[in-house]
């Protein structure tokens, strides 16, 4: 309800922080195999090959924290949630830490903690701990269980310990309910049913106008479960409001609610009438005599006495429990009524004779009677996800949609001839082409004054791929503010040997896609300074770039440049580009080269690309730094770098020239999964260069590994795996490592 105020329960989190010590020293300087080994199970290892594996203490450095729950349902299709509030570290009043030796020989122990950190020692061998927290009684003393965890932990001599223990609230024993409710004073009857999920009704009272009578500001202690907790409230005009909430009750934890009715919330008896027919888990129109003259005098249209039985199933197909509790109102009504009117129609829609999306769209969209807005979906150019209000209808048509009004002209020229003089704000277009087309930069400005969101999508047809060549130097695409280009299926963007130019670029406001089937390749880019990053594309700030498959090959400059954009990859390859320096200094980077901006690898692969030839940098796979004032970051989730060539050769007066990744100023790069192996860092040779690593080189800003693998790099004259810059004494860079692997081969 609009003035609901909830009371949230963020479960607290013990959090083992990484002390790697001289393990990460050992890995990063050295360039050799990963000291860490790998997780066994849910238990957490750290062993330092250094330290050897035999008896001896290691180390346990625990932070407790807390962390927040998340919420399992959107709002708008579940009752609310009480809960207990937000618990602070600060609330508990003591930690109970038990630790169970599972190694024979060591002795099992207990401590007691009153603040959220601190260091245990440990003999080497493996231990279970648990973890309690509690609460101050009434007399101020800590003997009240609020919440507990466990974790087994692995200890070899001299290793530090990461990991972290979940404390989770106790559902057995009993907790308090506590409620502040306030209505109007033509309110006669206001009365709360509280009901045990999956149980027979608890026990229900009167705030007015009945018996058992209770106070609207009270407090129950109740045993710990879940309820359904619902308020009924009718006013002197016979007008109903209902509010329906799931309660949790914990061990030791107060859930409260507090709520202020106001005349807002008070529906008219009639509508009262149609949604006293949910019960919780369906709709019971026919056991309670409603019928379809009930939704005509509401003034709801499509329900009539022919479609009554069709509408009641898809209502139940529809709803989740207290789906109009929540927000009880005649439009929502309506909403449930247009979303069960498509559900309906779901089999005739499909079969229609459509050919391009908007038309399905527009047939989906006339079954609506009660002027609900709709949100589609496209999750293939066959199925689409219909959006109404809070439900949602899937659709799945029996021949692939084209996902956009059809253009008119013959060539690809005359096309966007066409776009520029009457394409639409909000529309989608599809421009469909067949052999090789011929364009030069004026030609193919994807720019629309005084227009916004516009979707192009650019698909070639027929049995050979459809080639767009550029016919003069410069941008063959430049996709403006309030555009999104779309490179479909059997498309091919062919730059020129000897341009000096980014083959697209995506300027602030813009966002190209790539989907399977569609290819930039063959520019080589001869620019100058800055200009000679992004062979294939250029991703300015505020531009975005989403590569779902395809290809980036063969282009001089590299293959993406973000210059402050976003780039996110979700799949497809970016091979056998190779970079270009910028100046004497600085060579950019074969495969991906950030300079400020984001870029985020799902999946796909960055392949076989080779760094420029410069004194300074010039890696293979991705670079990544940062300006003054936008940060460079790289977050590698999955996918693969593998088999990049660094840059310059060893005969160069140069350094670095790593073969994966490379982290500069300003830079940082998070490596949760995928894989960086059989990358090839070069380096100068020269006394008091610097070489380029294999694997990851830190130059300056960051890198945190919390999973993934680096394994199989070799480097000319530098580490093979991870390398920081810098000295013992002041590195230049950080390398922060929770877990992963890397190793001196492939796995």
């Known amino acids: 309800m609009k003035n609901m105020q909830l009371k949230n329960n963020n479960r607290p989190k013990i959090t083992v922080f990484v002390l790697l010590l001289a393990a990460c020293f050992l890995l990063v300087l050295s360039g050799c195999q990963n000291p860490l080994r790998p997780d066994s199970g849910s238990s957490d290892t750290a062993a330092n090959e250094a330290a050897g594996t035999g008896d001896g203490p290691g180390s346990l450095s625990l932070t407790i924290s807390r962390q927040g729950m998340r919420a399992l349902m959107p709002p708008a299709l579940m009752p609310l949630t009480i809960m207990p ?26 401590i007691n903690w009153m603040h959220g950190s601190g260091t245990v020692y440990l003999e080497a061998g493996i231990w279970d701990l648990r973890v309690t927290s509690f609460l101050a009684d009434a007399e101020g003393v800590a003997t009240l269980k609020a919440a507990v965890g466990s974790k087994r932990i692995e200890v070899l001599a001299g290793s530090s310990i990461d990991g972290n223990v979940s404390l989770h609230p106790i559902t057995e024993g009993e907790g308090t309910f506590s409620w502040d409710i306030h209505f109007p004073a033509n309110v006669h009857t206001a009365r709360m049913d509280i009901t045990q999920i999956n149980g027979a009704p608890f026990f229900h009272y009167y705030f007015q106008g009945g018996t058992p009578s209770i106070a609207n500001r009270f407090s129950r202690i109740l045993p710990a479960g879940r309820y359904r ?101 005649l439009g929502r009504l309506k909403t449930l009524v247009d979303a069960a009117l498509i559900g309906i129609g779901r089999s005739s829609i499909a079969a229609g004779n459509h050919r391009h999306r908007s038309g399905a769209q527009a047939a989906i969209t006339g079954f609506v009677e009660n002027g609900t807005s709709l949100t589609f979906r496209w999750t293939n150019n066959r199925t689409v996800s219909v959006e109404i209000g809070a439900y949602e209808v ?24 066409w776009l520029r003089s009457y394409a639409q ?30 979707t192009i999508t650019l698909r070639g047809i027929g049995p050979m ?66 200009a000679a990053f992004g062979g294939g594309v250029r991703v300015d700030s505020g ?14 400059g590299g293959g993406v440049y973000i210059a402050g954009g976003i780039f996110t990859m979700h799949n497809g390859s970016i091979t056998e580009n190779e970079g270009r320096r910028g100046s004497q200094v600085i060579g950019g980077a074969g ?28 890696v293979g796979g991705v670079h990544v730094a940062g300006t003054p004032t936008i940060p460079g970051t790289f977050v590698m989730h999955d996918g693969h770098i593998s088999d990049n060539t660094g840059g310059p050769n060893p005969n160069i007066n140069g350094r670095y020239g790593s073969g994966g990744v490379h982290v500069a100023s300003n830079g940082s790069f998070y490596m949760h999964g ?14 008091g260069n610097r070489a380029g690593t294999g694997g990851v080189h830190i130059a300056s800003g960051t890198f945190t590994m919390s999973g993934g693998g680096i394994s199989g790099n070799t480097s000319v004259v530098g580490a093979g795996g991870v390398h920081i810059e810098g000295t013992s004494i002041n590195m230049l860079g950080t390398f922060t490592m929770y877990r992963g692997r890397i190793l001196l081969r492939p796995r």
């Open 229 to 329: 907790v619902i308020f009924t409230l009718i006013n002197d005009r016979e007008e109903r409001a209902v509010a329906s909430e799931i309660l949790h009750v914990y061990r030791n934890m107060e859930s409260g609610f507090e709520e202020t009715f106001g005349e807002q919330h008070f529906i008219t008896p009639l509508l009262g009438i149609i949604l006293d027919a949910w019960d919780g888990s369906r709709w019971n129109f026919n056991e309670r005599g409603i019928t379809a003259g009930h939704f005509a005098l509401l003034d709801i249209k499509g329900v009539t006495d022919s479609s009554f039985s069709a509408i009641i199933s898809q209502f139940n197909n529809l709803s989740s429990p207290g789906v109009l509790y929540a927000d009880a109102n």
């Open 591 to 618: 495969g991906v080269h950030i300079s400020g901006g984001t870029f985020t690898i799902r999946g796909g692969s960055i392949t076989s690309n080779t760094g420029a030839s410069a004194w300074n940098t010039g």
């Open 543 to 556: 531009g975005v770039f989403f590569m779902y498959g395809g290809e980036i090959s063969s282009n001089v």
């Open 465 to 530: 791929p459809s080639t767009v060549n550029l016919s003069a130097d410069g941008n063959l695409f430049t996709v403006d503010s309030g555009v999104t280009l779309v490179l479909d299926n059997n498309i091919t963007l062919q730059g020129r040997t000897n341009n000096f130019s980014h083959l697209v670029r995506v300027n602030s406001g813009g966002t190209l896609v790539m989907n399977t089937g569609s290819m930039i390749t063959g520019n080589r880019n001869f620019g100058t300074m800055e």
């Open 85 to 110: 509030p937000e618990t602070r570290l600060d609330d508990f009043d003591r930690f109970y830490l038990e630790f169970v030796a599972i190694t024979a020989g060591n002795t099992s122990f207990s």
């Open 425 to 454: 704000s909000g529309n989608h277009y599809l421009v469909e082409i067949s052999g090789v087309q011929n364009i030069s930069t004026v030609q193919a400005a994807l720019s629309f004054v005084g227009r916004n969101n516009i």
């Open 394 to 417: 899937e659709i799945v048509f029996g021949n692939d949609l084209h996902p956009g009004q059809a253009v008119s002209g013959n060539t690809l020229i005359e096309q966007l001839a």
């Open 674 to 687: 995928g894989e960086i192996s059989g990358n090839r860092g070069i380096g100068g040779l020269q006394a």
